[in-house]
């Protein structure tokens, strides 16, 4: 059972740059989950995919934006990067009964902007 | 099964009055206690604890995490009414594979704070 995988691994961006971030959910879950996680600390929640809409989102400003597709995968979009955007991001997947409950992290994408 | 229980499961104090909320764990491959806080929609993170007896602090908001009794408090002083939301306990987990993370959250704490 492959569990949730995200790529790239890793990414170097510059200023001003846009990336787009992949994640394919564990088998069985139809909900995505995104996270901006800095050095030493935990995880941020930047918004939540289900059905193809965004469901829920955190404090991120609209730079962050998302996408889900019908195979349930997901993509997470920054717009005109800026250097505090350099992070651990981190997808979970989880099935909608179990709602925030019990989520499944991936290994994350490590996002470096200079 | 894993599991992360938090108490109590709603509680109503006054201004200024102190809480303290719990959370308690079975999980295997501990590697991380978190704690949130929920307002609206979606949680806003308060710490993270991964070692036991070291008190993390924040304002009036203050946490710590014994790993061999396996439970967290979350501390609040203080309170004021915008203090009212429900406080999330989670815990993550990593697979023997190290490659993905489980994170287990419990069913929070309803905290109102009246003026």
């Known amino acids: 059972d492959a569990g949730v995988t995200q790529s790239p691994t890793h990414l170097i961006k510059t200023r001003g740059q846009q990336v787009t971030l992949r994640c394919s959910p564990k088998s069985g879950h139809d909900t995505v989950s995104w996270y901006q996680q800095a050095l030493g600390q935990g995880p941020q929640f930047i918004f939540q995919y289900y059905e193809e809409e965004e469901r829920q989102r955190g404090n991120f400003p609209d730079r962050f934006s998302g996408h889900q597709f019908p195979n349930y995968s997901s993509e997470l979009n920054v717009n005109a990067l800026l250097l505090g955007d350099s992070a651990l991001y981190l997808c979970?997947?989880?099935?909608?009964?179990?709602?925030?409950?019990?989520?499944?992290f991936g290994p994350g994408t490590r996002l470096t902007v200079t | 099964e894993d599991k992360v229980v938090q108490s109590p499961l709603s509680l109503v104090v006054h201004e200024g009055d102190t809480v303290t909320l719990n959370c308690s764990y079975e999980v295997t491959n501990f590697r991380s206690l978190l704690w949130y806080k929920q307002e609206k929609k979606a949680p806003t993170f308060l710490f993270m604890l991964?070692?036991s007896g070291i008190e993390k602090k924040s304002g009036r908001l203050s946490s710590i995490l014994d790993k061999k009794e396996l439970f967290s408090i979350l501390n609040i002083t203080a309170t004021q009414t915008g203090d009212s939301a429900v406080y999330l306990c989670a815990v993550s987990s990593e697979f023997v594979s190290g490659n993905n993370r489980k994170l287990i959250w419990g069913l929070g704490t309803s905290l109102a704070v009246n003026p």
């Open positions: 979970a997947s989880s099935h909608r009964d179990r709602g925030l409950y019990e989520q499944y």
């Open positions: 991964t070692s």
